[in-house]
């Protein structure tokens, strides 16, 4: 079974603070991807990643930066972080793009801006 | 805009009982619509899912279907039992874009 893990946990910052979400998953997997959740919106995608040093951009991007530095990493970037960015947030990885393959999620990470 | 719509947004039904929820979709080329299942403190997982070329699918108590020409699909869950308990999100995608979920559907199941 895939295993996806994401550190930290919990993470509290304050306006304009400067904060770095990691994923990091052990099976293999091409895809990689990034979501937030919030309540009446479901999971939004950020971005996500077919490789390492590739990056997509997803439907809500504004505001996030992400880096794929290998195979097994992938990266959340927050660089001015804003309370408009407190949220739940996801990684998840599939074995290819094909829209059919299954996604496995780490635990998630509860982000609070201040 | 929500591409993929999803209610009830919360239900509690009894231990014993089916559970219905619904969603609806806009992108008429959507051809792939899975359920993912997330318990309180966890990431969501596959739960079950559909092809376009379907109408129906099942596994053990859960049953998703599959109505193309009204752009629904639901899930149903007989004999519910505690542990269903779970918070379910339906979701759409089609050739190689990514899959967009609807806003989730929290369901408790009372003993």
């Known amino acids: 079974e895939a295993a996806v893990t994401q550190s930290p946990r919990n993470k509290v910052t304050v306006t304009g603070g400067n904060v770095t979400l990691s994923c990091r998953q052990t099976n293999s997997h091409n895809y990689m991807y990034w979501y937030r959740q919030d309540t009446g919106h479901g999971l939004r995608l950020i971005h996500y990643?077919?490789?390492?040093?590739?990056?997509q951009i997803g439907d809500v991007p504004d505001g996030y930066k992400a880096t794929r530095t290998t195979q097994e990493d992938f990266f959340l970037l927050l660089e001015l972080a804003s309370p408009s960015q407190t949220s739940l947030y996801f990684c998840a990885s599939s074995e290819g793009g094909a829209n059919q393959d299954t996604q496995y999620f780490g635990p998630g990470t509860r982000l609070l801006v201040l | 805009q929500q591409q993929v719509r999803q209610s009830p947004q919360s239900l509690t039904v009894w231990e014993g009982g089916t559970t219905v929820l619904t969603c609806s979709y806009e992108d008429s080329t959507f051809n792939y619509f899975p359920w993912y299942q997330q318990f309180p403190g966890e990431g969501p997982a596959l739960l079950i899912s559909?092809?376009?070329?379907?109408d129906k699918k099942e596994d053990g108590r859960f049953t998703t279907f599959f109505n193309k020409r009204e752009k629904k699909l639901s899930l149903h869950i007989i004999d519910s039992q505690p542990g269903d308990s779970a918070t379910y999100f339906c979701?759409?995608?089609?050739?190689?874009?990514?899959?967009?979920f609807g806003t989730g559907t929290t369901v408790s199941v009372s003993p």
């Open positions: 990643s077919y490789g390492a040093g590739n990056l």
């Open positions: 979701a759409a995608s089609q050739g190689g874009r990514a899959l967009i």
């Open positions: 559909i092809l376009s070329v379907s």
